[in-house]
């Protein structure tokens, strides 16, 4: 049988396919768009680690097409893999010059594995239970925020750090895991009157801004930011309020959907987008559908192809998307360029770019024209080398493959503490929680923060002032 969107041409037909059956791509035909010209393979974090090509996006490709060929059973635990040892970090996608969507390729791989064999039940049960939604990640996190107060969490390691297998996992999850924070999600999904009295409490002079918004911005606040880093998603609210936003959270806002989509788990994330069109859409109308996590704006991008082939959803998630900015894409639109008007605490700053931000967003100009304003008040501005290069973090993977995330995350280090740079800023908080790990391993002393915290230091040092 072939898919609808295979052509009839035999020489695009797979020899004993279709193996993957679910209704998006890969189909044969974009399997057969790679000339094997081999410009993907200094891009790949996992290729320059192991110069394999089975840990290539052209050997991935390869082996989706002797799947489709019959050369190897779907079923295979190899095929599987070697899917899911890819990051997701579509790095490839930005120099193939067959344009073949690599990434979204391999994810879609997983889907079709999926269904033969499904993740790990404990997988399973944080993508459908625990990371579902801002508000449920919270009834999770707290039993950790109690063992960090209490230091159980240090007592366990040094309990059952000997055990072998779980003791290096487990030494592993306590050092990566950043101080919770108090989770902003209460805060924000109140009505207007609420942000008001933060507004208040944060200093007076943002409750003018509040009644004098020139944009109605809905705020997208991502599970892991809610949970590991409300204080810089509350540095994203209190930035977009200074630049005159009226920020708006919807009570019933879900999970993006990235992690379940990178995960081969395709109906949850499409329900978990599904949600999120409805709950945005009863807020009426907006500027702007802003998340300062690049994954998640990523993925709520990527709502409009989601739905493509569904005419019921299709016209509102392709509305939805197109609203969808990145924070630091929307504060560099709505800052005027000669803000702030002072530097802030900082001296000197590195950015380490996230994928989702960067190579599947686009987004390169922005969070850099944000830095510069700072540069042009004093602060030494400095670039990271290959600062696209993901850090190793990438969804769960630096929990579902912890020995390629740390070499990964060892050569970002090495790369951040060569700068000299007294800060590392991000846009990601798989990028942050990954960056503050990096740091505890190494023993370096940079602070890893959000753009948006030092922007918001930033102002607050003006209005000290
Ligand atoms: S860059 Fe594109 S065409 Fe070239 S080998 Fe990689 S996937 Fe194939
Ligand atoms: S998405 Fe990243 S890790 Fe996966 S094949 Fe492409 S470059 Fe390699």
């Not at 960090?148 to 895991?177: E, I």
Request: aromatic share 6%; charged share 25%; with cysteine.
């Amino acid at each position: 049988m072939t898919s609808p969107n295979q052509k009839s041409d035999p020489i695009f037909a797979p020899i004993s396919g279709p193996a993957f059956t679910a209704p998006e791509l890969p189909t044969y035909e974009s399997l057969m768009d790679c000339i094997r010209c081999g410009r993907c393979l200094p891009v790949c974090p996992t290729y320059q680690q192991t110069t394999l090509e089975t840990f290539s996006p052209r050997g991935r490709l390869s082996l989706m097409r002797a799947v489709e060929d019959g050369k190897l059973d779907l079923a295979d635990p190899g095929v599987e893999e070697h899917l899911y040892h890819c990051l997701d970090c579509r790095a490839c996608n930005t120099v193939c010059p067959a344009g073949i969507p690599i990434g979204e390729l391999i994810v879609e791989g997983r889907a079709a594995v999926e269904e033969k064999h499904p993740r790990a039940w404990l997988i399973r049960l944080i993508l459908t239970h625990a990371l579902i939604s801002p508000r449920r990640i919270e009834w999770f996190a707290w039993p950790a925020r109690l063992a960090q107060r209490v230091k159980l969490d240090k007592l366990g390691v040094a309990m059952f750090g000997w055990v072998p297998r779980f003791g290096p996992a487990l030494k592993d999850l306590v050092q990566m895991a950043p101080t919770l924070p108090k989770p902003l999600w209460r805060e924000l999904a109140k009505p207007a009157r609420s942000l008001q009295v933060v507004a208040q409490k944060n200093g007076s002079s943002e409750t003018s801004q509040v009644s004098q918004s020139q944009y109605r911005v809905g705020f997208f606040l991502g599970c892991v930011m809610n949970v590991a880093f409300g204080d810089a998603s509350r540095a994203s609210v209190k930035v977009l309020k200074q630049f005159g936003c009226d920020v708006i959270t919807p009570q019933d806002q879900m999970c993006c959907g990235a992690p379940q989509d990178d995960q081969g788990m395709k109906d949850v994330a499409r329900r978990m987008a599904k949600r999120n069109i409805e709950a945005f859409e009863k807020l009426g109308q907006l500027d702007a559908i802003v998340a300062d996590c690049a994954a998640c704006s990523g993925f709520l991008k990527e709502y409009a192809h989601v739905f493509h082939d569904d005419p019921a959803w299709a016209e509102r998630a392709d509305r939805f998307a197109s609203k969808v900015r990145d924070v630091t894409e929307w504060l560099d639109q709505i800052m005027p360029s000669d803000w702030p008007a002072s530097a802030g605490a900082t001296k000197s700053i590195t950015y380490h770019e996230p994928c989702h931000l960067a190579n599947v967003q686009g987004v390169r100009r922005q969070p850099r024209a944000l830095l510069m304003r700072l540069k042009n008040k004093g602060v030494d501005v400095r670039e990271l080398p290959d600062a696209t290069r993901c850090c190793g973090s990438a969804g769960i993977y630096n929990m579902t493959h912890p020995a390629m995330s740390k070499e990964l995350l060892d050569r970002k280090m090495a790369d951040v503490v060569s700068t000299g740079a007294e800060v590392v800023v991000s846009a990601n908080p798989g990028c942050l929680l990954q960056l503050e790990w990096g740091a505890k391993r190494t023993g370096s002393t940079v602070k890893v923060k959000h753009i948006t915290q030092v922007l918001a230091e930033a102002i607050e040092e003006r209005t000290a002032q």
